[in-house]
């Protein structure tokens, strides 16, 4: 069955970095847009990052352009997340989610994606 699992996730000081990794299973996901979102407690999820193709076209949250990178293994049939200069607001479940063609436009939208992780935790003290 076709599946994605995240790792990665774990307890970090403000300022340090962490780089989540999205495996996937089943089947390829080399042709699907890629997404990573997250949820804090009590808040709604929201978007983080997105690879629409390949690496080639990338969006980020306002929030954390800049210290957030997607990027695609497709050889592993892996997507990952690095994250450098995490702050307390970072704190969250991050999760990993997949569109596979044909592809949904808001890729800053759950609703696009059918494939999803359970997601991994990451804490960003101060």
């Known amino acids: 069955q076709v599946q994605l699992v995240e790792s990665g996730g774990g307890l970090v000081q403000a300022g340090g970095s962490l780089r989540l990794s999205c495996s996937a299973s089943?089947?390829?996901?080399?042709?699907?847009?890629m997404g990573w979102f997250r949820q804090a407690p009590g808040k709604e999820r929201e978007f983080v990052a997105a690879?629409?193709?390949?690496?080639?076209?990338?969006y980020y949250a306002d929030s954390v352009k800049g210290r957030f990178t997607i990027s695609r293994d497709n050889a592993n049939n892996r997507v990952y997340l690095q994250m450098n200069g995490l702050i307390p607001e970072d704190t969250a479940v991050y999760y990993c989610?997949?569109?596979?063609?044909?592809?949904?436009?808001?890729?800053?939208?759950?609703?696009?994606?059918?494939?999803w992780g359970q997601g991994t935790q990451v804490t960003v003290s101060s």
């Open positions: 089943g089947r390829s996901f080399n042709s699907a847009a």
């Open positions: 690879d629409r193709w390949q690496g080639t076209n990338t």
């Open positions: 989610a997949a569109d596979l063609p044909p592809w949904g436009s808001r890729y800053y939208l759950p609703s696009m994606y059918e494939y």
